[in-house]
């Protein structure tokens, strides 16, 4: 793996995210990971109409080398190079029921062409928003069958304790915790007074 250039890649389209989020996950990569990658790509590409697709582009524009994609409401506290995958692999949602897909694309791993994942999408992007209207995680289990990762991770939606054994957790969308008062601010850089939420936020139900 050595000979392969090392990706890491976010994706921020839309209004959802600030620019603060890009720069506070490559701090965390940079800090604490673990990964000496030779790039690192934000990618903003707005093509498609349901904005979690736009994901999918990434297959499109990265076809060589080792890539690894993180989502930006993501804290990275240790090493990642577990993570590094030839096949393309994403998580395994263990913490909540499989009722769309059991897994979770909060982090996704690869080498090589994936392209079609992005080229089929695109091919019918009408017919597959619809059917896959919860987001990207079912299309990609169902159509592609990824491998999956089992540990190294956990989900802010049931374990909210800083754990040594977790060096990523994942914020499942709930961004808005990386910019309120919690453990998790060690790791990032400071937070814009504009960003920052008043008080910490209730701890998420744990059915999403």
């Known amino acids: 793996m ?3 250039t090392l990706r890491v890649i976010v994706v921020n389209t839309g209004t959802k995210y600030d620019s603060w989020y890009n720069n506070n996950i490559k701090h965390m ?3 604490y990971s673990g990964l000496e ?3 690192f790509h934000v990618l903003q590409d707005d093509r498609y109409e349901m904005q ?3 994901k999918l582009i990434m297959f499109e524009k990265f076809t060589d080398g080792q890539n690894i994609y993180f989502d930006l409401d993501t804290v990275i506290k240790g090493d ?3 993570f590094l995958t030839e096949n393309l692999t994403v998580c395994k949602a263990w913490w909540r029921p499989p009722v769309h897909s059991p897994i979770n694309s909060s982090i996704i791993s690869w080498q090589g062409n994936y392209s079609h ?3 089929l999408y695109e091919s019918q992007e009408d017919y597959y928003m619809l059917k896959y209207n ?4 079912q299309y990609l289990y169902e159509l592609f069958s990824p491998e999956t990762f089992t540990d190294g991770f956990c989900s802010y ?3 909210q304790q800083n754990l040594p054994e977790f060096p990523v957790v994942l914020y499942n969308q709930r961004y808005q915790y990386l910019t309120s008062p919690g453990w998790w601010t060690q790791y990032q850089l400071p937070v814009p007074s504009f960003l920052q939420q008043p008080r910490k936020l209730v701890h998420p139900s744990k059915s999403g």
């Open 29 to 31: 990569i940079d800090t």
């Open 157 to 159: 939606q049931t374990i």
């Open 2 to 4: 050595n000979d392969l």
């Open 134 to 137: 919860k987001g990207i995680d």
């Open 80 to 82: 990642c190079n577990n």
């Open 37 to 39: 990658y030779d790039e």
């Open 117 to 119: 994942i992005n080229d």
């Open 52 to 54: 979690v697709a736009n």
